[in-house]
């Protein structure tokens, strides 16, 4: 520590920082890594692990144990793993449960509270919202909850474009992340097949992405505000799936071949996919993981991608039986103690197969699932195969698409839909539709907000800062709720 004048201004020097302690006690942040900071900085905390002085009064040093103003105990700054968020669903996987081996508690304590403070309220519903009209911009965005070579865990949105954005806590605005070269490229894929996965390098992380020039890998400089890519040429097919600290992209590459890309120790590998068929790996869904076969799974339309992790990793494309297909888009497989339950469509019938067998259980009506919970128009049902007495549950034409499904608190998201007609005219319609968004427990009436949205299955929820957010794609808007 210097004087640095005479109005006894002082100089700290910690861990290549340099901090100025005025005549007031406060401290401001002038050098990190010998580079001279140009404007103050929100979010201190994030870009450097600054501490929040007591009272809100700035900010102190990240080497700091005590105030020295008041000497109280002050919390260091970390990434909390279990505040993370990461699309579709929460945890990078195509399943819509969160369950205890998510590790998502931040998101059930939110919601779980949130459910609370609604449900006692005059009125009951979600209709009290903050709408944030402020977005980067105004559609094709997707939303994620990671650290990105931070030191805590930040809201970023991604679009469509490539073009990366971070949502600053303190000055609650968006800051643009630029290239420090090449963009990270434009991703195709839909709402409900788009994914993300984070690799581990020591206590940063960096961002793992399909994009249409081939697997993406993102490293993040929050403090210059840009951002390093480092790229597999080729296009990527289906978003990231991760199992066993190995995060794997299927990818056709530049000679038309498909392989599974992998990122290991800053190279590029590459495993080929056996029996590919160009025609029928695309539309894939974000991967599932099977944890107890150390398998990843990517649903089509004709068929699945299957990644068997191993001694050797085993990639092949598995078809369906002849004449039948899927709807990935109407949810993941159902999943029970008994195995894995594709829902099939084969010319006027529908039944569900088990993966890996022949075995199948007919199925009366289309359903859309969490893979957990399903649903029959308005009916849930147990289990995709499951019967119900329309005598004393009549089925109303509402389309009931479940978004996410807290399995061990019975929290849902989902959306509600009048519609007249069958679930492939639903899917088909780009019109804007009266939609009621909802969040209920299961079995109770639901809490929700109407909304005139076209493709209502392309919102996304999530969760950061103790609140739950939906985006509507269609028309731009943000809302959130606070817990």
Known sequence: MDVVGDDREYEWSLDGQRWLQDAHGRFSLTHVAGKALEDAQPDLDFLVGAQQAPGAQGWLPASFRHCPQTGTALTPVRFDRQQRWLPPYGNGSGRRVVEGSCRLDGAEHTLAALYRKLDGATPRSLNTAHKYDQLPRKNGLNFLVANLGGHREALFALARDGSLFRWQRQAQEWAALLPHSTPIGRCSLPSWAWGVSLREVGEQQRLLLACDEGATEVRVDPLDGRYHVDRCPGRAIAAPGDLDDQVLIPQQMPDGSFSLVARHNEQWTLHPIANANPAHLQGLSAPLRDPASRRLLWIGAHGYLSVKLGAQLDAQWLSWP???????????PFVNGYGIWQQLFEGSEQYCLRL??????????????????????????????????????????????????????????????EWPSSLQQFFGNDQAID???????????????TLKVAQPWNAQWFFHDYALWLYIDSTGALYRWNA
């Open 322 to 332: 002849a004449g039948a297909q899927a709807r990935p888009e109407y949810g993941p």
């Open 356 to 417: 890996d067998s022949d075995e199948r259980k007919e199925v009366k009506g289309s359903r859309l699932s969490t893979g957990h919970l399903n649903y029959m128009f308005n009916v849930r049902l147990d289990a995709p195969w499951g019967e119900h007495d329309v005598d004393n549950t009549p089925t109303r034409r509402e389309v009931v698409y479940p978004f996410i499904e807290f399995i061990d608190s019975q929290y849902l998201l989902s959306v509600r839909v």
């Open 435 to 449: 939609s009621q968004f909802c969040l209920e427990r299961v079995g109770q009436p639901p809490l929700s907000i």
